[in-house]
């Protein structure tokens, strides 16, 4: 089975939720089993997630029976949950309880509290090898999608066990959400393990998180970069968590006091800080930084997790030799997917990477073979552990305002210039709502002008 679920202890807990359900190992094989046949090989699922048991079970049923789920928020607009039907004619949905679908529904069957709507009888030749599939940018909504192989899934489990050292003991709270390839790689790790994951969905601000990050036993906190200014907001510094062994981090870049103060945390209460580096692309975890390490090699991203290995090309593409260098950063392992999909024919495509990613970023690489990354190639930004595609900012707002302008920014702050002054405090609140990031990390600047050539790209010069 997906992540040997079937070899584990069958009375240990696989996964829980902060609503009281849980699933031991052996129920779960047990429902796996007894779901064979519930849809038609290769069928296609849009899956609307949230953090519980019933979603997901049924996204690791999907996966041990060669169905394909898309996984997205459940919160999605529904002119973009449309859009995505609209391409990718499922065969079925995945909802919520009483959740509204904008589409003919021929068939329901209940999953727990959630409801299996079966929508389409259309069916492609999809790649054998596609496991699962992911939004490149969770925030925007963009129908543009990561295709994932079942080798993706489990090699990546296992690698992350492997430097983590995962065991039958450890218990994770799983608080980012299982839409989002970290979220996600948290999961597939602990169950590869035999490990437990407690989902939650609670605000990190919440009474009830507190309650569970002290007295449930947690030994593996996962956050991004906005995960960590919060919990040190809350005096995080403060809380003792006795079974806590392992705080890690992805999802984007590390400010220099967070990582001073995950540090000083980890030392003061012996535990492990690993901070982690990966993308969507490379099923979530492509390098770590030993927690031996922290100190002396403060911001590296360090070295490529087990299995897998760096390199650093020129501007023109060719293999840069020297230790030291610099140049974008070229990861090729087992955990680089198949490619991209933006129409239901994408999904017959094979495996077009071959192992073989490049990431956009731009590292310098040290003496003793550590990275460090310095820039990006790409135009997106990284806040709060969510991609925000610059290029699809500017769409946004010329869709709805009918107006030019330009985005740029860094890992905390969005930076957008309009040409319409009176509209500044508008469009920063839309698009705080629009794309699900706080206000105040985004700066709106009123410009006369947007400078472009005649070809309409911005002339950065100016």
Known sequence: MIFDIDKKSKESIAIQDDGGNVLQYGEFVNIINQSKGLLSDRSLVIVLAENTVDVLSFIITCLEHKWIPLVINKDLDNHLLKNYIDIYKPQVLFTPPNFYV?????????????????ISGNKSNFDPKLSFLLPTSGSTGSPKLVRHSYDNLTFSAKSIGEFFELNLQDKALGILPIYYTMGFSVVASHLQAGASIILSKYSLTEKCFWDILKNEGITVLTGVPYTFEVLFKMRFERVKIPSLRIVTQGGGKLSDLLWDLLTTYATNNSIEFIPTYGQTEGTARMSYLASNQVIERKGSIGKAIPGGFFEIWSEEGKLIKDQVAEGELIYRGRNVTLGYAETLKDLEKGDERRGILQTGDIVRRDEDGFYYIIGRKKRFLKIFGLRISLDEVELLIKNKYSIDSYAKG????????????????????WLSNRINIFHQSIQIHYIKEIPRNASGKVIFAK
């Not at 904008?102 to 079966?118: A, H, M, R, S, Y």
């Not at 957008?416 to 002054?421: L, M």
């Open 410 to 429: 860094d890992d905390s702050t969005l930076e957008v210039y309009i040409t319409d002054a009176a509209m500044q405090e508008e469009i920063k609140q």
């Open 102 to 118: 904008e589409c003919q529904v021929n068939k329901v069957v209940p999953w727990g509290q959630c409801l299996i709507n079966f």
